[in-house]
């Protein structure tokens, strides 16, 4: 089974600051990469989502992704983060070897700071 | 694109009661659906998968006669919370698949979630 970890369960930053958020999965075998945002009592918004092909991937609202195998990592990134980017942001790692199951990250919370 | 929606959004009810929440694809068929059960400041646990026509997949530790699935549908499955007890008390997530998606793409779309509340 995957484990999907984010290193940082809390993250300050300023307002019209750069931001990465991190993201390590334990195997690179056969896997799709994900990365999701919830706002206060909503379900889960999908930002962008590595399947295949340019390891860097670009989803809405500005925020794009890097896949990186060797190092089975995620990270998520935003050059310059809004107000309204205050949220909870899941990573999530679809394993093909067990059904696609999805496993989730412990999320990370991102407060932007006016 | 694919909706996923859940209802009721929120819900009180006392100790001891049983409680139904639906999750239906709006605009897709989805053979597969999933529950997730998130508590305050914690990521998504899944708790079954459920399929449709058959029995449901419970994650362990998860009373499958607590936590009742029913995926009668290809557009609605549900989750009864029999007897439920204020540690029920959570927010519940359900997604769905969408294997017509071209590629075979293996997306879960989610629901909004529902609030669960036990007096």
């Known amino acids: 089974a995957q484990s999907v970890t984010q290193l940082d369960s809390q993250v300050p930053v300023f307002e019209e600051a750069p931001v990465e958020l991190r993201c390590n999965y334990s195997?690179?075998?056969?896997?799709?990469l994900f990365w999701y945002v919830q706002y206060p009592n909503q379900g889960l918004q999908l930002l962008l989502k590595?399947?295949?092909?340019?390891?860097l991937v670009k989803g809405i609202n500005g925020f794009e992704a890097e896949f990186n195998k060797s190092q089975t990592s995620f990270h998520l990134r935003k050059p310059s983060v809004h107000i309204s980017d205050t949220a909870e942001y899941f990573c999530a790692v679809s394993d093909r070897d067990t059904g696609n199951q999805f496993y989730f990250g412990t999320g990370t919370s991102l407060t932007v700071i006016p | 694109g694919a909706v996923v929606s859940q209802h009721p959004s929120w819900v009180i009810c006392k100790s001891g009661t049983s409680v139904k929440i639906e999750c239906r694809s709006l605009d897709f068929q989805a053979t597969t659906m999933f529950w997730y059960r998130q508590f305050p400041k914690q990521s998504l646990m899944l708790m079954a998968t459920?399929?449709?026509?058959?029995?449901?997949?419970?994650e362990q530790g998860v009373e499958k006669d607590k936590f009742l699935i029913n995926h009668a549908s290809l557009t609605l499955s549900t989750l009864t919370v029999t007897s439920a007890h204020p540690e029920d008390s959570s927010f519940y997530i359900c997604?769905?698949?969408?294997?017509?998606?071209?590629?075979?793409?293996?997306?879960?779309?989610f629901g909004p979630g529902t609030r669960l509340t036990v007096l």
């Open positions: 459920s399929n449709e026509g058959s029995k449901a997949t419970y």
């Open positions: 195997s690179s075998v056969s896997v799709y």
């Open positions: 997604s769905a698949r969408d294997f017509s998606l071209a590629g075979g793409l293996d997306e879960q779309f």
């Open positions: 590595y399947l295949s092909g340019s390891t």
